[in-house]
């Protein structure tokens, strides 16, 4: 009887020790699952800032691809080429947003949509910086042609 008393208080130590070691798998996984969704939301979240940042400004871009338009017939070359090749720049701008907004669309899987946000968030940030050099150059390029800067 003393032997299976031990035999028995053995099995519930060994128990409560697979029990500890697979409490602990279950709070790893569900930590890991946390901080996975975490560090998913947080770079959606960057992603989502970077559009944010500069979608207000294709109507910016709309805009002066307006104006630079209008002034077309009045200009004579070298300006002609000029104000070509900045409408050009900004509806390349343009639709490069317009065409990754359209894209867009993340996993629902944790590993892939890591992925798949960082490959996003480098092209959104190539949108961007696309986006500010056309606006930065078809606003250069207005002030170019004012009598003043002539």
């Known amino acids: 009887m003393l032997k299976l008393l031990k035999t028995n208080h053995k099995l519930t130590k ?12 279950v709070s790893m996984a569900i930590f890991s699952c946390k901080s996975e969704n975490d560090d998913r939301e947080e770079l959606f979240k960057e992603v989502m800032a ?13 805009k002066l691809s ?3 338009k209008a002034i077309i017939p009045e200009l004579q070359e070298p300006y002609l080429s000029q104000a070509q090749t900045q409408i050009l720049a900004l509806d390349k701008a343009d639709d490069a947003m317009m065409d990754w907004m359209e894209a867009f669309n993340p996993p629902n899987t944790p590993s892939k949509a890591m992925v798949y946000l960082e490959s996003e968030k480098a092209k ?6 696309l986006m500010i050099k056309s606006l930065s150059d078809g606003q250069y390029f207005i002030k170019s042609l004012s009598p003043e800067n002539n």
Not at 54 to 61: G, S, Y
Not at 124 to 129: A, T
Request: glycine residues 0%; proline residues 3%; aromatic residues 2%.
């Open 14 to 25: 060994i128990m409560k020790i697979q029990y500890l070691v697979l409490s602990l798998l």
């Open 50 to 62: 970077i559009h944010d940042e500069v979608m207000p400004k294709t109507a910016h871009i709309n």
């Open 66 to 68: 307006r104006q630079i």
């Open 124 to 129: 959104i940030s190539e949108v961007r910086e």
